[in-house]
């Protein structure tokens, strides 16, 4: 190898490097100042270094009764929406790869048109509308509206992993008097693990990712979730509780981001199929 | 024609009957919850932004003869969202676009551990979009800030203690960059991809034709991913027309109106200045002028944008 082919490699190790390091640096810093207390943080020069830094912060946390409400609540919304948006998307994508019927274009093209629509102008309407049907303050009506979030998305990457499975499995089993929706259920689907697991991450990090709908629909405490608790709580007097919120918000991205570790593949797979056909 | 076994148990309901109720039952869950939560809600909106529609008054809602949109144009608050609008979609969609070409031709290259970096700069699209704003407010915190205190160290800063998110010119260039910073790695994932699937052989023939790097990219590798570039960025402008997270937290749209988008200004108008007509119309015609937008993209991209959108 001559120095001409190494040279632009460590050129590129080096750049990516800088930019690795630009990316990571304010998460890092979030976690660092989670371990320090606001004395600390309301000083300079500030500290770079973990060490020296306590849990302190974590176990107060975790005795904050509000914050526990707010976890549960985000975990148990989170969850629901996974489930009720693979079941759904299942049953769409799978009808929308299979046949073939007169609005089936006019259908798909409203599916995705559905992404255009600001959430803010949905939101306004669906308040009163969620009022009007007694949905305010319910899991169900938070549910709901994540499920609906992540449908468009989740229905199109179904199909397209149906699509590659070839008709002559249906028919086969069909052949085999096995009904339309055990074929599907028993057959069909368990081949296409890796799209189910997909858009399970994605509804999931949406649900807990979203904010404005939870914001609108759920207005008392105890059924508010993380991303609410966390920006109310550090508000009025406590917004300069630099510590407090840190380490909150800590806890609020581990959950995303362990999944996201253990996962990356999914994720990733699914999201670049958005883009690059094949 | 295809064997019918049903039928041809001389069963009484034909498959054809069988398809329709299974094709149905297979939509129905899909179309329900659509409907519920966007369908119904969308053209409710369109209903309210034409009334006198305010939480507090005793009135019920009432025809109002487009005063709402005649109160969002007068006032001059349509020009003030739609500059604010228009200034954070562009920067926050062109910046993380160049930022993410730059990153996935790098990555591009023949590195070892390519993965391994791309799942460490993907990290920050996976934080939560609350945590996002916060954290960089705290970064960008005038006293304490450790970004401050870097700036500083280097002697760049007039103003020591320089506020960021509550300054009336800056607080848009700290809302970009937090945008910026949850975006760009996934814009960056999906031009990798694209990358990574762009034919060797024309690379090699244009190589062989003595093609530099540069020419490579511009002729060979930009075409050939058109489809994912359009799509990247239509999917960019959609998710930032729809930012109301990151702003909403970080500067509630102020400080003086200066970040205040049409997402922003529509929530605020409904739940805040508790007039739901207004609000309705600033996102009704928030939802026409993107509506266009959309269109327009898509009809006159000479590509094929890939299947997805």
């Known amino acids: 190898m001559n120095a001409k082919a190494i040279l632009p490699k460590a050129s590129t190790y080096a750049v990516l490097s800088v930019f690795i390091v630009i990316f990571l640096f304010p998460i890092y810093w979030m976690a660092v100042s989670s371990f320090r207390d606001n004395s600390e943080l309301m000083a300079l020069p500030p500290k770079f270094s973990p060490i020296g830094g306590s849990f302190q912060n974590y176990i107060k946390l975790f005795h904050m009764s509000e914050f526990m409400t707010y976890f549960k609540n985000s975990v148990l919304v989170a969850s629901s929406t996974v489930l009720l948006t693979i079941l759904v998307a299942i049953l769409a994508g799978y009808a929308l790869s299979r046949f073939d019927f007169r609005y089936k274009s006019l259908l798909m093209t409203a599916l995705i048109s559905i992404q255009i629509f600001p959430t803010t102008v949905i939101i306004i309407s669906l308040f009163t509308f969620y009022r009007d049907l007694g949905m305010l303050n319910t899991y169900r009506g938070l549910i709901l509206a994540d499920t609906v979030n992540a449908l468009p998305f989740s229905i199109w990457l179904i199909k397209s992993f149906y699509d590659t499975v070839p008709r002559s499995l249906d028919e086969a089993a069909y052949i085999d008097g096995c009904g339309r929706f055990r074929t599907l259920w028993t057959i069909i689907t368990p081949l296409i693990l890796p799209g189910l697991l997909a858009i399970g991450v994605y509804a999931f990090l949406g649900s807990w990712d979203d904010f404005i709908f939870s914001m609108t629909i759920m207005k008392e405490e105890a059924m508010k979730t993380l991303p609410i608790g966390l920006a109310q709580s550090f508000m009025g007097e406590y917004v300069y509780d630099y510590s407090g919120m840190m380490t909150m918000s800590m806890v609020a991205s581990l959950p995303v981001v362990i999944l996201f570790i253990f996962l990356q593949k999914y994720m990733v797979a699914g999201l670049t199929a958005g883009a690059v056909k094949g | ?309």
Not at chain 2, 266 to 285: H, I, P, S, W
């Open chain 2, 1 to 309: 024609m295809k064997t019918n076994s049903l039928a041809s148990r001389g069963g009484w309901m034909k498959k054809r009957h069988i398809d329709r109720f299974f094709l149905t039952a297979c939509l129905i869950p899909a179309i329900i919850l659509i409907t519920i939560v966007v369908l119904i809600p969308v053209l409710q909106a369109v209903q309210i932004s034409l009334m006198d529609y305010k939480f507090i008054s005793k009135q019920a809602p009432a025809w109002n003869n487009f005063g709402n949109y005649k109160t969002l144009f007068r006032s001059g608050d349509f020009t003030v969202y739609l500059k604010n609008t228009s200034i954070y979609i562009f920067f926050a969609v062109s910046i993380s676009f160049g930022l993410a070409l730059f990153l996935s031709l790098l990555l591009n290259s023949k590195i070892k551990g390519r993965n391994v970096m791309r799942g460490m700069i993907f990290m920050s699209w996976t934080i939560p979009s609350v945590v996002n704003a916060l954290l960089w407010t705290w970064l960008f915190q005038p006293q304490y800030g450790v970004l401050n205190y870097i700036f500083n160290t280097f002697g760049w800063l007039a103003n020591e203690n320089q506020t960021w998110v509550q300054h009336p010119q800056l607080a848009m260039v700290t809302i970009i960059i937090a945008a910026v910073w949850a975006q760009t790695p996934y814009m960056m994932v999906m031009l990798l991809a694209g990358l990574q699937s762009v034919s060797s052989e024309l690379v090699e023939a244009a190589k062989i034709d003595g093609a530099g790097r540069f020419n490579i990219l511009r002729y060979v590798q930009i075409p050939s991913i058109r489809p994912v570039i359009d799509t990247a960025v239509l999917i960019s402008v959609m998710t930032n027309s729809q930012m109301y997270t990151v702003i909403y937290n970080m500067t509630q749209g102020g400080p003086m109106n200066k970040t205040t988008t049409f997402s922003i200004a529509a929530y605020q108008e409904a739940f805040t200045g508790y007039n739901l007509g207004l609000g309705a119309a600033t996102g009704v015609v928030w939802l026409i002028i993107i509506g266009l937008i959309v269109f327009l993209y898509k009809t006159y991209s000479e590509r094929k944008i890939s299947g997805y959108l």
